[in-house]
């Protein structure tokens, strides 16, 4: 059997460090050993954002601990390494240094290969590790450092659609939490202030959000909201504030990720085509909303991620034993049973509806339902989250049924309204057929999801 790979991955970019192991399963897949994290939140927090110098100082003094804790972790041995990655930037010079520093020696060391990796590569291609993405696809980084859209055409080969010219989104949000008192890390707790707040109090400027294609702006915005900060009276003005900047934010970026969909399009003749957003700011539920709402009636599957969590899961990913995305719902429930209880339901009402109503309407009618509920099952993730107030797995559970119910219906009233055309004797024959092909597409089809 051949040994398969091991790395070592060390990231201090900026005001994280972290170190993990990764390797790949059987099938080529790649796992995560271990992913060990230290934050500086508390460090900086009282300087109301990151300091370079303490931000070295704090990866000095920890990244050997957490490089044992992640070899701990994983339960692999030092000499079992096949090479050691470290972030080389963009990022703080004097947070990269370290890092680097550090991995190029464990590197000679151990006498195995290091290699520099590119920060912004990193964001592009991270969400293959939990998802069976296949190149190319349209990808949307909004970080506190970078936003930009990317084609991303395979390892190493990329084409930038947009970019900020200015300021990047996550400073952006970090900046107006700093305006309105909120302490360091802010840029998370403006969708906080922004629930209890009007978004349309304040009206803020978008800038070239009329030009430029899919590139972005915000450092007009960013003057409005300090402009506005300064008459600020009471708590409630900071919660409208807050709103109305997210809401500003989220018709920007829905208007420049629907011209970035243009821009792809033309460079990708694709009929199924992959959104992927990456970055702290993807954390952000309205604007995960927003960017939904911006994929429905197109070819786009949005799949969202921050850090190695998925929000939105790639359903059509392989299971998540498989180091696929897959879809969450509770293992060995899934979608099997609900849609098998529907389907004999189904089989039964159909017979007693069509006594009452005539086989060829009922069958029509089930016919219609079932047109109507593919599409929405099919994008049944997608939904989730826009509607919002409902779970993912709450929602299967209503429509699998729902489906099954009228799938098997259907499939029953063709085999029934068939059987009319032959003679008596073949009619049970017809039947049979029919309800085995409705029962077993209710079998086969839930492995296809779960």
């Not at 804790?69 to 370290?98: F, H, N, R, W, Y």
């Not at 590790?129 to 970080?143: A, E, R």
């Not at 792809?264 to 952000?284: R, T």
């Not at 939904?292 to 786009?300: D, E, G, Q, R, Y």
Request: charge should be positive.
């Amino acid at each position: 059997m051949n040994k398969k790979p091991l790395i070592l991955g060390i990231e201090t970019s900026c005001d994280e460090t972290a170190a993990s192991l990764i390797s790949e399963n059987e099938r080529g897949i790649p796992i995560i050993l271990s992913n060990i994290i230290s934050s500086q939140t508390e460090v900086h927090k009282e300087f109301g954002g990151v300091v370079p110098e303490l931000a070295a100082r704090s990866h000095l003094e920890k990244i050997d601990w957490i490089v044992q804790k992640a070899m701990d972790e994983s339960g692999k041995k030092i000499d079992e390494i096949d090479a050691v990655a470290a972030t080389a930037g963009p990022g703080l010079v004097v947070c990269l240094s370290v890092g680097l520093s550090f991995g190029k020696t464990f590197a000679n060391l151990i006498k195995k290969p290091f290699i520099a990796v590119n920060h912004l590569e990193g964001h592009a291609l991270s969400p293959r590790i939990n998802s069976k993405i296949d190149y190319p696809y349209l990808f949307l980084l909004i970080s506190g450092g970078h936003s930009q859209f990317l084609n991303v055409k395979g390892l190493g080969n990329y084409k930038r659609l947009g970019t900020t010219i200015d300021d990047a989104l996550g400073e952006a949000f970090d900046k107006t939490a700093k305006l309105l008192g909120i302490e360091f890390p802010g840029g998370p707790k403006i969708e906080v202030f922004a629930e209890k707040g009007n978004p349309e109090r304040y009206k803020l400027p978008k800038p070239i959000i009329n030009r430029g294609g899919c590139n972005l702006s915000f450092a007009g915005l960013k003057t409005a909201v300090l402009k506005i900060s300064k008459k600020i009276k009471t708590e409630q003005d900071k919660f409208d504030l807050a709103a109305s900047f997210q809401k500003t934010i989220i018709e920007i970026l829905y208007k420049k990720t629907k011209i970035a969909f243009l821009e792809f399009e033309k460079q990708s003749n694709l009929n199924k085509k992959i959104f992927v957003v990456a970055g702290g700011v993807a954390a952000n539920k309205k604007i995960r909303s927003m960017l939904i709402k911006a994929t429905m009636l197109t070819s786009f599957c949005m799949i969202s991620y921050w850090g190695l969590s998925y929000f939105v899961p790639n359903y059509l990913a392989s299971p998540v034993s498989e180091g696929g995305a897959g879809l969450g719902i509770v293992k060995g429930f899934g979608f099997t049973i609900p849609l098998n209880i529907g389907a004999i339901l189904g089989c039964i009402s159909f017979g007693l509806i069509s006594d009452r109503i005539g086989r060829k309407t009922t069958f029509g009618t089930y016919l219609l339902i079932v047109a109507l509920l593919v599409p929405i099952f099919g994008n049944i993730v997608q939904i989730q989250e826009f509607l919002g107030f409902i779970s993912l797995d709450a929602l299967v559970l209503i429509i699998a049924p729902l489906l099954g119910f009228f799938a098997t219906g259907f499939y029953s009233g063709f085999g029934a309204i068939f059987a009319e055309i032959f003679p008596t004797r073949a009619r049970g024959t017809a039947q049979g057929f029919s309800y085995n092909v409705g029962r077993g597409a209710s079998a086969i089809a839930p492995p296809l999801f779960a």
